[in-house]
């Protein structure tokens, strides 16, 4: 059982995890081993992936108020290849790289002639941490997803949806523990799981696995939770896969783009899809390459309005009923011209309606 022991430890001791889950995307699932961590150039690489991430504020948070430790940064100890020695002794960050970065970052600068507070330059030789001993594999991801999955420094839903899709998969836990571990329901970690399950196929794809992107993720998250799109996609309960090919693969070029922006581009989309799948027509201008997403949905819209003709029209003919004497009197030009189009275009679907009628007959006796 992993217990958790407080300790200072000197930022030169503290190795940013260069396999730290926001540097996760499709296709790059290489980790780097462990004996490795400390080598200068995996140190350098992670802290600079950490800095692009953005650690402005929380870099000058630290330099103008301290480093205040309202929750202790969590570490596990490693071993150089000097030997188990406390003089050797490292730790790898589990939680709190991106302050640990900050700190660095702050180390290097006033190593290169900025003052700091003593308040700050004394964070670098006593970091106050958290020691996690006895951590399982499922543990450190568990700390890891308390804080990012559920709580409120959240990752992004790729690298969240992944930690749940291995505590399923490879720690073998039931969704239930998963959802007790990372603060979640059950139904959003079923959610989670099979979203980037569904993601996971398209990874494979022999056309289109390589465009995959962590920015997919929301899309098959939404596709998953909508009832219509998912079953036009063919989902498998038990396999976790859409299995329907021919829709699957229309899905997938309509995440992609050889030219331009794709058709559907963000979740809003997945569920307006839905509604396009309920309109043959607004389905075939989503099928035409040289239509958009807008165009297939104005179809979708076009079709709504002109469905409510008919308590538009019944409206119109209630007001038309209440005119009294003195309004119709005063007409002018213009509102006489519009009654007058409407009278028009009434007898002209009646006639057309009298005509498919007779057509109708005609087919019928023939």
């Given amino acids: 059982m992993v217990t958790y022991e407080p ?4 930022l030169q001791k503290l190795l940013l995890d260069p396999n730290n889950f926001r540097f996760r995307e499709p296709g790059r699932d290489g980790s780097i081993a462990e004996s490795r961590f400390a080598e200068g150039k995996v140190q350098s690489a992670a802290l600079e992936r ?22 202790r940064i969590v570490v596990r100890a490693v071993q150089t290849a000097d030997g188990p020695d406390s003089e050797s002794e490292q730790y790898v960050v589990i939680e709190g790289n991106r302050r640990t970065t900050a700190l660095k ?4 600068e006033h190593a290169g002639g900025v003052d700091f507070p003593r308040t700050v330059t004394e964070t670098f030789a006593n970091v106050p941490v958290l020691v996690a001993n006895d951590a399982s594999d499922d543990d450190l991801m568990a700390i890891m997803g308390i804080r990012h999955v559920g709580g409120p420094k959240e990752w992004g839903g790729y690298q969240s949806a992944l930690l749940v899709y291995q505590l399923v998969e490879q720690a073998k836990l039931t969704p239930r523990e998963v959802a007790s571990r990372l603060g979640l329901t059950v139904n959003e970690v079923n959610r989670r799981h099979r979203a980037f399950s569904a993601l996971s196929q398209m990874i494979v794809d022999e056309d289109y696995g390589d465009r995959v992107s962590p920015e997919m993720y929301p899309l098959f998250h939404e596709a998953v939770g909508q009832p219509a799109v998912r079953e036009w996609l063919g989902w498998s309960a038990s396999d976790r896969e859409f299995t ?40 075939v201008a989503l099928k035409d390459d040289d239509q958009s997403f807008s165009d297939a949905l104005a179809v979708v819209r076009a079709d709504a309005k002109a469905a409510r003709w008919l308590p538009n029209v019944k409206s119109a003919l209630a007001s038309l009923n209440e005119m009294g004497s003195d309004t119709i009197e005063a007409l002018d030009a213009d509102s006489l011209a519009i009654l007058d189009a409407i009278k028009r275009k009434a007898s002209w679907i009646i006639k057309a309606n009298a005509l498919s009628s007779e057509k109708d007959d005609a087919d019928e006796e023939a």
């Fill in 244 to 283: 329907h090919e021919e829709n699957r693969e229309l899905f997938y070029s309509w995440l992609v783009s050889d030219e331009g922006s794709p058709k559907i581009r963000s979740y809003t989309e997945i569920r307006e899809l839905k509604l396009i799948l309920d309109n043959e027509d607004a389905l």
């Fill in 50 to 71: 950490i800095r692009s991430d953005g650690v402005t504020e929380l870099k000058r948070s630290i330099a103008e108020n301290g480093f205040v430790p309202v929750e």
């Fill in 7 to 10: 300790k200072l430890v000197p």
């Fill in 105 to 108: 970052l702050l180390e290097q």
